[in-house]
């Protein structure tokens, strides 16, 4: 894997072969001398294909000599044509299999340091509970806060520490706690904590959990009160119910014995739960459910009830930039009348419930909902919606003049290296026409949803836009049909590494769209830039 952007090493050079990746020496050396012939420059008379061929001969001749030498080839598979021309020196100094994979191994163990240094981020949140009627009174609008903060370390590869700290305040009385969690995990289905807080809470404490089976996992904990020495036993139990749901059942004996059963649930589009728990002197029930309305926005409906609690809670959240999210909540219920603003960034959380009456008067409190909802709609559609759009067009813009270049010179070369396929794909075309055998009609590459999605009221420039997104593969995928009548592509292989490919829309999803008729019978299929494709297939037929 190259690790560069988050994305796999896309095997241009097993797509330029046409082989696969797990392709021996035997296979690659046969696939190199199919390429040489098709691209040696003797076989060209004019000046100008003579000078296309010379260019994709030389591609294919690196392509082999990488492919065919054990140390580049080891050294590619992982870390792409960058770690062949940076990352790694060949030579003196790495002149062995063993060393190699020695100096690999090294390189994965950076990788995973930085990982891990990636995630040694301290996580914490802010509480502050502000009051307007008692800053109506003139007592002051801050009623309390909370601090809490935790950093966690990997100390080695099973075992990890987690420091953490709080603060409260609340009127005139405050206090704190210092908490320390060390984990280890005994073995990939079993690990072991062990907790000491000092502070409003001193506590010792240990607690296990296991993996019982593939959808179980048990926990256990034991922790005693530094204070009065009082024990508290716990044992929770977890099941995965489905791929998108579990649930557990919790169970606490000590000085506050309860008993809890919940569940959860999530996908795409939602996120569910609920709990109910009750206690040798208190009982609630709680439920949430939150709607994805898009990758950035989700509203929100909870609700709690018990002995202490009587609660509604609605409200919604936007994901405003790569790791920062606000949320607006209202709740309404026996503690009043409450909005909470939410901003999460990374591992920090800034909390602001606003108490705005103790009294539950209807037209407040529909007011209380209606104002903020309203200037919320208002400035999404007037000032938010406006400003991203033209800051994403701005962004298209500017890496499409960024790439312009570079996929033009890529679409040249793809179209040279066509202009040699087309003899050899004409002959093949026609043998399988004869034969009534595999006939590749079109094929496109590229950002096939916006070709698809093109309306004909659409402008010429709107037109030409989309086209500039793909690239038409016909002749290539002809070209590569094999005497048997049948096509192949490889598993795990970026497809614009294929001779007459290119990538017409970097940074873009893309498919490959293929219509092809055998035996007179016409098919089509659409797969992914990486996904195998073999054809014919009966599941493609047009009905």
């Given at each position: ?30 696939a ?78 950076q ?8 995630h ?18 003139g ?34 009385a ?39 089976s ?23 139990w ?54 994805f309305?898009?990758?950035?926005s ?7 009830v ?23 909540l ?48 208002t ?14 067009k ?18 040249t ?23 009534g ?22 402008t010429e ?13 016909t ?69």
């Amino acid at each position: 894997m190259n690790e560069k952007n988050g994305e796999p090493n896309n095997k241009e050079l097993y797509a330029l072969l046409h082989i696969s990746p797990e392709a021996s020496d035997e296979e690659i050396r046969r696939a190199y001398r199919q390429w040489a012939q098709v691209y040696h420059p003797d076989k060209c008379q004019s000046p100008q294909m003579k000078e296309i061929a010379t260019e994709n001969f030389q591609r294919v001749c690196e392509a082999y000599e990488i492919l065919t030498d054990e140390k580049k080839r080891m050294i590619y598979d992982i870390y792409g044509m960058e770690g062949l021309n940076s990352g790694l020196e060949l030579g003196p100094k790495l002149n062995k299999v063993e060393e190699i994979k020695e100096e690999l191994e090294r390189l994965k163990r950076q990788m995973e340091q930085e990982k891990v240094a990636a995630h040694f981020q301290p996580s914490g949140s802010i509480l502050a509970n502000l009051s307007w009627p008692d800053f109506v009174d003139g007592d002051g609008i801050m009623r309390g806060m909370v601090m809490a903060s935790e950093v966690q370390t990997q100390i080695s590869k099973h075992t990890s520490l987690a420091i953490g700290g709080n603060l409260a305040v609340n009127s005139n009385a405050g206090g704190g706690a210092t908490t320390a969690i060390l984990r280890h995990n005994l073995s990939p289905v079993s690990s072991v904590e062990f907790m000491g807080s000092i502070g409003l809470q001193s506590l010792l404490g240990m607690q296990s959990s296991r993996q019982l089976s593939v959808h179980s996992t048990a926990i256990m904990g034991i922790t005693m009160s530094l204070r009065d020495g009082s024990i508290n036993l716990s044992n929770t139990w977890s099941r995965q119910l489905s791929e998108t749901t579990n649930g557990n059942i919790h169970l606490s004996l000590g000085v506050e014995s309860s008993i809890g059963v919940g569940w959860r649930k999530k996908d795409e589009n939602m996120s569910a739960s609920g709990g109910i728990k009750i206690g040798t002197s208190s009982f609630g029930a709680t439920a949430h459910y939150t709607h994805f309305f898009s990758a950035k926005s989700h509203g929100r409906i909870a609700g709690t009830v018990g002995s202490g609690a009587l609660a509604l809670e609605i409200g919604g959240g936007r994901k405003v930039s790569k790791s920062s999210t606000v949320r607006m909540l209202y709740s309404i219920g026996i503690q009043g009348l409450i909005w909470k603003f939410e901003l999460h960034r990374g591992g920090q959380k800034l909390v602001v419930p606003i108490l705005l009456s103790n009294h539950l008067n209807p037209v407040f409190a529909t007011g209380a909902f209606i104002i903020p909802v309203s200037l919320y709609f208002t400035l999404k559609n007037f000032v938010f919606k406006p400003y991203y759009r033209r800051r994403e067009k701005q962004k298209g813009l500017d890496k499409f003049e960024k790439t312009r270049g570079q996929v033009k010179e890529a679409r040249t070369a793809a179209k040279k290296a066509q202009q040699l396929l087309q003899n050899v794909a004409n002959r093949k075309r026609n043998k399988q026409l004869e034969m009534g055998g595999l006939v590749i009609v079109k094929a496109i590459y590229g950002n096939i949803k916006a070709w698809h999605n093109k309306s004909e009221q659409e402008t010429e420039e709107k037109e030409d836009e989309v086209a500039s997104q793909i690239i038409d593969v016909t002749v290539p995928l002809n070209f590569l049909v094999n005497d048997s009548g049948q096509l192949k592509l490889h598993q795990g292989v970026k497809k614009s590494g294929i001779m007459g490919f290119c990538d017409p829309c970097p940074g873009q999803v893309k498919h490959l769209c293929v219509e092809y008729t055998h035996r007179g019978t016409r098919y089509e299929v659409t797969v992914d830039d990486y996904a195998e494709l073999l054809i014919p297939d009966q599941s493609h037929k047009v009905v």
